[in-house]
């Protein structure tokens, strides 16, 4: 079974900052897909940004990007020039590749923008 | 195009009531998740469906716990009898084609039981 592991509870940053979320994860598989989504306190779950694991390029979105790293099992996300409507809850998830599965969530960040 | 929709949003019963939870997925997605999220155990699967058919229920956390998708259009998630620790908010998610497309997820239904 695949884990999950984002380590910072909770982060905060004063707008127009650059942040980092960490995650890493667990998996024996060699074929699969990450995730990050967002959870603002509308409780919408709003899909950020996708990676498939053969690609080596990182993938970016705007002011998103990830630094995904294979090897090390890692999975960070960037957020450039934060705003204040990036307030959020940001959950790292796990997709085998492999077959037909549903996403494996980390426990997530509580990221707050100060302006 | 409208999105993945769940009704209730919020319901809030008394323990041992029947609660029924019900989502619609995006027109054209073969795969239905279903998820709860809670603050101690987070967002967990809880069952899913590929063209209807249950593919893996090993999330349902006890019997008193069903899902069903009569059809491709409809899907329902049915408690009985309710406990208080089934308070959660209960996501449904839907995918287009192969699994490891994005999940859509609908609003989710915030449920208390009192």
């Known amino acids: 079974a695949q884990t999950v592991t984002q380590s910072q509870p909770e982060m905060s940053v004063q707008e127009a900052e650059t942040v980092t979320l960490s995650c890493t994860y667990d998996t024996s598989e060699n074929n699969y897909y990450l995730f990050w989504y967002k959870q603002p306190p509308s409780r919408q779950m709003i899909l950020v940004i996708r990676?498939?694991?053969?690609?080596?390029q990182n993938a970016t979105e705007n002011r998103f990007s990830v630094n995904f790293q294979k090897a090390a099992k890692s999975f960070s996300l960037k957020i450039s020039d934060s705003q204040l409507g990036d307030t959020a809850m940001y959950f790292c998830?796990?997709?085998?590749?492999?077959?037909?599965?549903?996403?494996?969530f980390g426990k997530g960040t509580h990221l707050i923008i100060q302006p | 195009d409208a999105g993945v929709i769940q009704s209730p949003r919020h319901e809030v019963t008394e323990m041992g009531q029947e609660v029924t939870l019900r989502c619609k997925p995006i027109s054209g997605h073969d795969y239905l998740f279903w998820y709860r999220q809670t603050m101690m155990r987070g967002l967990e699967l809880l069952i899913y469906f590929n063209n209807n058919v249950p593919i893996d229920d090993s999330g349902m956390p006890e019997d008193r716990f069903s899902a069903k998708m009569p059809n491709a259009s409809f899907s329902t998630l049915k408690i009985q009898p309710s406990e208080p620790r089934d308070s959660a908010v209960y996501f449904c998610?839907?995918?287009?084609?192969?699994?490891?497309?994005?999940?859509?997820f609908g609003d989710g239904t915030r449920l208390s039981i009192l």
């Open positions: 998830a796990f997709l085998s590749g492999g077959g037909a599965d549903g996403l494996t």
């Open positions: 998610a839907s995918s287009p084609g192969a699994p490891n497309q994005p999940q859509h």
């Open positions: 990676q498939e694991a053969y690609k080596q």
